[in-house]
């Protein structure tokens, strides 16, 4: 252990330009003097227990607030990716709409964008906006016309299905499918009746009467968004093309193979011939508020943990003032010998860097691990306390889920052997002002 840390002492000296005399050490190599004596200081001795305890506790803060940051980083990581993915199951990667009046033969546009390599799927769809009642409660829904067989191909939808099958939504018999959210709210079962109303009132020559149609329950879906699970239902597209007084589709949803190519299949789309009267919106538009309130919330979690980092790293100022204050005598012994003041200030400076350097390795290190193996410690936790973290009638993503990322933790090491290296500067820089006279006089 003692060899250990006179090589790291050694590696952190080198590495600040410490040169001068060197001292023969039992391990069989040559260290710097400077290093050699903070290691001295930082070992336990008989008159040191304090100081040495200390140093530890500024080691472990430093090692707990990395550990800490890498961790709540990746499971951050980890509930975007699974937000990503369970909208993306839901969400089509490109929408193409028209801005012409007159109505498009969508299927002909469909089987064009079909032919394009970036492509996987084309299915048309029709949304709108409705109220749901029910036995006196009412809640707005967000009604999507689609075609079963070709929905399968662009969401998971199918997928998804608790109770009954899409194909159930057959042309004509005003069926739909509801999410759970939705379902439990309203206490429906396949089997019930709903109405749905419309917002556009009907104009008669009595005066305005509310648009309403009465829907058979014949599904119920849950996506793992509260988007969908609680505020959307899905019916025919001819049925929805009949309640909105639609001549057709209102454009297309389409599937890509790669989700995040979607500025190469934008410009492919868009130069076809006859698509100057087309619209094309990606997922990341649609959704842009979402990942932006994540991306914000992550930054801002970032900033709090690193702050306890700093916290921690700037223990080590009281920790080297009091070593400062404790070896004052050896200091001005050590100036009477011959040691310049720039050389005081490099012992007390190796000895907080290797402090702090030892935390951000120790840190480092555990919170790669527990990112690496946080569902499995979770899931030993939940065993052995009996209770859900996140309980599965509450949350819709009901275990913790993490990613690993090489620049998060890059970023997180590097910003900790900053402050790790900026808080030993003060406390060396005094003691390098020692004046031998004066701590000697008393001696």
């Known amino acids: 252990m003692a060899r250990t840390f006179i090589v790291c002492a050694s590696l952190v000296g080198g590495l600040f330009g410490i040169a001068g005399s060197a001292r023969y050490t039992p391990a069989g190599m040559f260290t710097p003097i400077e290093s050699f004596i903070a290691w001295r200081y930082t070992r336990s001795r008989r008159r040191t227990h304090l100081v040495s305890f200390i140093a530890a506790t500024s080691i472990s803060g430093v090692a707990l607030g990395i550990m800490a940051l890498i961790t709540i980083l990746s499971i951050m990581n980890g509930f975007e990716r699974e937000m990503r993915e369970r909208l993306l199951g839901m969400t089509a990667h490109l929408e193409i709409n028209s ?49 079963p067989a070709r929905e399968a191909n662009v969401s998971v939808l199918a997928a998804r299905m608790q109770i009954g099958q899409l194909e159930a939504l ?28 419309l917002a556009e009132p009907l104009r008669t020559a009595t005066g305005m009467l509310p648009r309403l149609k009465r829907f058979h329950v014949v599904g119920i879906f849950e996506a793992g968004v509260q988007e969908y699970d609680t505020a959307s239902v899905f019916i025919h597209l001819d049925d929805a093309a009949r309640m909105f007084r639609r001549a057709g589709a209102q454009g297309l949803h389409i599937t890509l193979h790669d989700p995040f190519a979607i500025a190469a299949a934008r410009g492919a ?59 004052h005598t050896e200091i001005a012994i050590l100036q009477t010998l011959g040691m310049t003041p720039p050389r005081i200030l490099r012992i007390f400076f190796t000895q907080g860097a290797l402090i702090g350097l030892t935390g951000v390795v120790v840190g480092g290190t555990a919170g790669i691990w527990l990112a690496r193996h946080i569902e499995n410690v979770i899931a030993w936790i939940e065993e052995a306390f009996h ?43 005094i003691a390098s002002r020692t004046r031998p006279a004066e701590a000697l006089r008393y001696e």
Not at 176 to 195: E, K, M, Q
């Open 99 to 147: 801005t012409a009046k007159t109505p498009q033969d969508w299927s002909s546009i469909g089987a064009e964008v079909e032919a394009l390599e970036a492509v996987a799927a084309w299915a048309p769809y029709i949304e709108g906006q409705a109220m749901l009642a029910e036995a006196g409660n009412v809640q707005g829904v967000a009604v999507h016309g689609i075609e």
């Open 387 to 429: 209770f859900k973290i996140l309980a599965p009638d509450v949350y819709y993503i009901s275990h913790i889920p993490a990613q690993l990322e090489a620049t998060d933790v890059f970023v997180t090491l590097g910003c900790a052997v900053v402050l790790c290296l900026i808080a030993p500067l003060y406390p060396a820089w």
């Open 170 to 197: 057959a042309p004509g018999r005003f069926n739909v499918i509801i999410g759970r959210g939705l379902a439990d709210s309203l206490r429906l079962t396949p089997g019930d009746d709903v109405t749905l109303i």
């Open 269 to 327: 789309i868009l130069q076809r011939p006859g698509a100057q009267n087309l619209v094309v919106q990606d997922w990341t538009t649609r959704h842009a508020s979402l990942f932006r309130a994540l991306e914000t919330e992550k930054i801002v979690m970032f900033v709090i943990l690193l702050l306890s980092v700093g916290v921690a790293a700037f223990n080590l100022v009281s920790t080297l003032v009091m070593v400062v204050a404790e070896k």
